[in-house]
Structure formats: C-alpha cells, structure tokens
C-alpha cells in the first residue's frame, strides 16, 4: 500500500492515495511512502442494494478506515464473522444476518478481488480490509489472520 508523504518541513504528514501535491500544506508530496495497511473502522455502511457489476457481493460492508498513519481510505470490510438471528418479517421467522463490525474495530489491508466484468473477463483487483482476527466458522477455530492466510484472489 504506497501513497506519498509530504516533504514540506513540519508538515510531513503521510498523503494516501498519492497526489503529488500535500492536501493539508498545498507542496509538493511526491516521496513514496509505504503505508503499514493496519488502521480501524471509522465509520461503516451495510450494502444491500449494489451498483451494477457488484450484486453478487451483497450484502457488504464498506467502510471509512483510519490508517494508523493517518489519513482516511473508503475501501470494502472483508472476511467479517457472521452473525445470524431470527426475525419475524411479516408474520414469518426469517434467518437475518448480520456482520460483525463495530467502529473503532482494528482492520488490515488485503489485495482482493473487487468486481469481475463476466463478458470480458476483466477483473478488478483492489484493496481490502479485514479484522487481524478471524473465526472459522465450520471449526469453531479462531486464527490471526497471518495464520489463515488465504490466497489474494480468494
Ligand atoms: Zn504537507
């Protein structure tokens, strides 16, 4: 995860995605800077209802993450546990799932796939998020996620 960080003295703030020009003093910010990819959820949204290219994904998580080293990235949550309750829905039990995320939850950036163009067979890869910890839930086992580490095009 490259972005930049500022060369203006007393600034040096770290810039993602990079820009060339530091948002915050408006000087040139074009030394590379590799980025730790760990940071928390800041904010997040549920998608049910996926843009065109996305539905098979719903339901998804998309997120505002704070990297560690500062700034903000909007990126998909992914490998989130499970949650499944029941629900009346009009007059019926019906199976509701739930992911579990909470503001302020650690995540660490992956390198997934995003989308995938059927008629051409493009496929988009991008990055990720994911907690550092994650349940299986066949097992019952519970990795870091460095222990279950699952190819980038999972
Ligand atoms: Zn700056």
Redo the contacts with the bound molecule.
Sequence with gaps: MVGEV?R?IG???KIFPPRDI?P????P?NIEYKFSGRGEVYSFTTVYDAPKGFEKYVPYVVALVKLEEGPMVTAQLTDLEQIWTKKEVDGEMRDIMNFNVQIGMPVEMVTRIRSEDGDRGIIDYGYKFRPPIRVDLQSGLIFKAQEAEVPAAY
């Design positions: 500022c203006n600034c040096e703030r530091c915050y003093c408006n000087k910010a």
